[in-house]
């Protein structure tokens, strides 16, 4: 695992004298982390890794879970679902089973932090455990068109918590509390983000049989229908009328989920007979991940909707072009003409890819302005030093605070 | 001989965190309103965001309005005297603020149809205010030598506290540097010096960069 010192080279050693400082104001205070898994998941990727470095900065952070049986959590990804813009039935019953379980753990989970830090809908009614200490609520969802009956449901509970957190201004409406705006991050030292070798990189082409003689355009998502991979295919073979290349379009299993592997069906549908589109059913491989990245010539992101989009900032992070949908917080990655090209359609897509792969100079300076972006604004350092900073907050109502 | 100041220049650094207001803007006449209400601190947000988050370049306006105007609503015009609104010429948030309104108050005048563009669902305008966090660093500095030493190494959150936010959001009348060159150190020349270019233009390491010259060429002479 990572040590604090270890991201300097990467940062700047200023920024991590300031995450120094911040931490010395935080002494004495136990900041408790609650979530509903250990593994698996955005939040529990970014615990693992944030956890450790908070303790090693002299932050004393513990991380609990929730327990909860099957039907809750098939309650509480419908929630997921319907916040995310879905259209899913919500019954009386579903709201009866998230409280009969929520009673469970506010019986049983033990609050022992100064500042107690709730992350997504799954614990938020340990609220009502709430004393003297500070309690936030973390969303990492993007509820910007949240299903109205199930957003009212949980209102009750935020209204009750010091301060919410938001990973992009869309997702914000007026609230009786305080929220803040915390972008997600990746961890530039993780498997999925660290350098490669040049041998790893061909290794991993190989396996796949994929032969590096034309430029290779990829898109690495899951098969689901909001990550649009058959708008991916039909801008690709837009492309390919001009310019010979050849598609990456890599995820996860899709199994668990009867729509995805219903989207798989009509990717491997779309892309049959073509020997220059790759379809890789990718088990979780972080090394994996991150060589067909560098191996690209362009990244493509091409979601309908998106929480954050982190997979925009790992290519970045990589100086690789991308074009990307103008959607959820990847304009907050992507400054357009600047650091990527965004788009809003198939043939916006196509366009903008056609402009890379024939303007290699340009597309290069995108790549370089985009991990220096990211470098700025989205590595875990960041993400750290807000995370603290949210907590001293919760001690200060002021704009201008002198600690 | 370097003249050594009585009292040392003490470097801070400030760091800052986002806060959401929930308000949000869709035409030009609501983006005025909201502007003549919100917290000075959004104000101070979104017209100093770009050179915390673009450090190394500055592809946006200086100001976020101006990108908005400009890139969701096509009022180019607009977007460009929003853009080049002179900040440093501006003492006070509130001063800055008043240009602003007054700004697109006039352009509202003479081109009314402006006020119909309305933008996308998804690309309105969110208010966010800068909550600032001001803390003192180890770093102290009695005489240019020192003060050029921790210019080069210091976290450029100092450098951007000491010459933007100490300026505008503490009203101080110039920035700190300055200040301590010339009343500690009795050198008006270099204050007058610092004070003269314009650090809106500048990214921050290019700032940096610019200080660290001037101070060593004024050691040097």
Same mark, same amino acid.
């Given at each position: ?130 004393? %003297? ?9 993007? &509820?910007? $068109?949240?299903? !109205? @009956?199930?957003? #009212? ?102 199994? %668990? ?9 009509? &990717?491997? $549908?779309?892309? !049959? @007979?073509?020997? #220059? ?127 | ?221």
């Amino acid at each position: 695992m990572a040590k604090i010192e270890d991201y300097a080279p990467l940062v700047g050693q200023f920024v991590i004298d300031d995450l120094r400082l911040l931490a010395d104001r935080l002494k004495g205070k136990v900041v408790q982390h609650i979530n509903s898994t250990s593994v698996g998941g955005g939040v529990a990727e970014i615990l693992h890794r944030m956890v450790p470095l908070l303790r090693e900065l002299g932050v004393d952070t513990r991380w609990d879970l929730i327990k909860g049986g099957a039907q809750f959590f098939d309650v509480t990804k419908k929630f997921h679902n319907v916040l995310h813009g879905r259209v899913e039935e919500i019954t009386q019953r579903d709201f009866d089973i998230f409280m009969e379980t929520s009673q469970i753990n506010i019986d049983e989970v033990h609050i022992h932090g100064d500042i107690v830090f709730v992350h997504d809908p799954q614990p938020i009614a340990l609220i009502r455990k709430k004393q %003297d200490n500070k309690w936030v609520w973390r969303c990492h969802i993007d &509820v910007s $068109e949240p299903n !109205k @009956k199930v957003w #009212d449901f949980l209102m009750d509970f935020i209204s009750l918590y010091h301060a919410a957190v938001f990973s992009a201004p869309s997702f914000s409406r007026r609230l009786p509390i305080r929220q803040f705006l915390i972008a997600p991050s990746i961890d530039p030292l993780s498997d999925k983000n660290k350098d490669l070798p040049q041998e790893v990189i061909n290794g991993v082409l190989a396996k796949y049989g994929i032969v590096r003689d034309k430029p290779i355009v990829t898109q690495i998502s899951r098969f689901d229908k909001l990550k649009d991979p058959v708008g991916v295919i039909e801008a690709f073979l837009q492309v390919k009328k001009y310019i010979d290349c050849q598609l990456i379009l890599a995820g996860g299993s899709a199994t %668990d989920d009867p729509e995805g592997a219903k989207v798989f069906q009509e &990717v491997m $549908e779309k892309s !049959k @007979k073509n020997k #220059d589109i790759h379809i890789l059913l990718l088990p979780q491989n972080d090394i994996e991940v991150n060589a067909l990245q560098r191996a690209s010539d362009v990244i493509l992101q091409k979601s309908l909707r998106e929480g954050f989009g982190l997979t925009v900032s790992e290519a970045l992070w990589k100086a690789k072009p991308v074009v990307a949908s103008n959607v959820g917080g990847i304009p907050l990655q992507i400054k357009h003409k600047y650091s990527g090209l965004l788009c809003h359609s198939v043939d916006g897509a196509a366009f903008a890819i056609k402009q890379l792969l024939n303007s290699p100079d340009y597309a290069r300076k995108l790549g370089e302005n985009g991990r220096e972006h990211i470098r700025n604004n989205f590595l875990l350092t960041r993400h750290l030093k807000d995370y603290m900073l949210l907590f001293l907050s919760l001690y200060h109502q002021e704009d201008l605070v002198y600690l | 001989m370097l003249a050594r100041a009585q009292d040392p220049f003490r470097f801070y650094t400030r760091l800052h965190l986002s806060e959401l207001t929930g308000l949000r803007a869709t035409t030009i006449p609501q983006l005025l309103e909201i502007i003549k209400e919100v917290p000075g601190a959004s104000i101070y947000h979104h017209t100093h965001r770009f050179l915390q988050q673009h450090q190394y370049l500055s592809p946006e306006p200086p100001n976020d309005f101006a990108y908005w105007i400009c890139e969701v609503l096509g009022e180019d015009m607009l977007g460009e005297m929003l853009a080049s609104i002179d900040t440093i010429q501006y003492g006070t948030i509130r001063d800055l603020r008043e240009k602003i309104v007054a700004t697109i108050e006039a352009y509202l005048k003479s081109n009314p149809t402006a006020k119909m563009k309305f933008a996308r669902q998804g690309e309105e305008f969110h208010f966010v205010k800068s909550v600032s966090f001001v803390l003192p660093t180890e770093y102290v500095a009695y005489d240019l030598k020192e003060f050029a030493e921790v210019l080069k190494k210091i976290t450029i959150e100092s450098i951007y506290f000491h010459v933007f936010e100490a300026r505008l959001r503490l009203e101080r009348s110039s920035n700190d540097f300055a200040f301590w060159i010339e009343t500690s150190l009795g050198d008006r020349a270099l204050a007058e010096q610092i004070t003269k270019f314009d650090p809106y233009t500048l990214t921050l390491e290019n700032l940096r960069r610019m200080l660290v010259g001037i101070i060593e060429r004024r050691i040097a002479s």
